[in-house]
């Protein structure tokens, strides 16, 4: 799940996304304060919260942390709307250190290749890459599915040329970390770095 809040933006809305939304022409069912939107086959793919600062003190733009009391809150809401669905917490780092274990040229591409990435816990994540100086052996930093990204972009699960990919390997310009270099390519962390901690991103 993503949470987004910004004010300035949207109003006083928390936006819960739950999927990927692929279909672009979905329905809306508002109660009280609380919307679900629906794909026409009836999947949930997000919820908005309204007038939000009534009932949490949200911190922060963007993907804003939720910790389980909040979550208990937002339940309230929907219980009391009359909506039977209901949120599970979600503390799982979604822009974390990763690890490249395999590399390897795409066989449609003459520029992407398939890795094989370890994110947390062992887990390993084949996510295809552009980048010109991706190599086996590079600790990175990596946007699971679930990451929003600080421009906004939601990371799915998705295909490049035909592969799947679970994630993206993000460059430091993406991360709007400062003074990040304009020249292309991945940020490659130093040796000291530990796979599967969360990883600060800019603003």
């Excluded at 066989?107 to 290749?113: G, N, R, T, V």
Aim: aromatic share 6%.
């Amino acid at each position: 799940m993503i949470f987004a809040y910004n004010k300035e933006t949207i109003g006083d809305t928390l936006l819960v996304i739950v999927a990927n939304d692929e279909n672009k022409e979905n329905q809306t069912e508002r109660k009280a304060n609380v919307a679900r939107i629906q794909t026409d086959e009836g999947k949930t793919v997000a919820w908005n919260f309204f007038n939000v600062s009534d009932y949490l003190t949200i911190e922060g733009n963007g993907q804003v942390n939720v910790s389980d009391e909040d979550i208990d809150v937002l339940n309230k809401q929907m219980e009391m709307a009359g909506f039977e669905e209901r949120l599970a917490p979600d503390h799982e780092p979604k822009i974390v250190v990763g690890y490249v274990k395999t590399c390897v040229d795409h066989p449609d591409s003459d520029h992407l290749h398939i890795t094989e990435t370890e994110v947390d816990n062992g887990q390993v994540l084949q996510i295809v890459c552009g980048a010109s100086n991706i190599a086996a052996g590079q600790k990175v930093v990596v946007a699971k599915p679930g990451a929003m990204m600080p421009d906004g972009l939601m990371i799915w699960p998705g295909k490049l040329r035909g592969v799947e990919s679970y994630g993206m390997i993000c460059s430091a310009k993406e991360l709007h970390l400062p003074n990040a270099p304009e020249k292309k390519g991945i940020l490659v962390l130093d040796e000291a770095a530990v796979v599967g901690e969360a990883f600060q991103v800019g603003k």
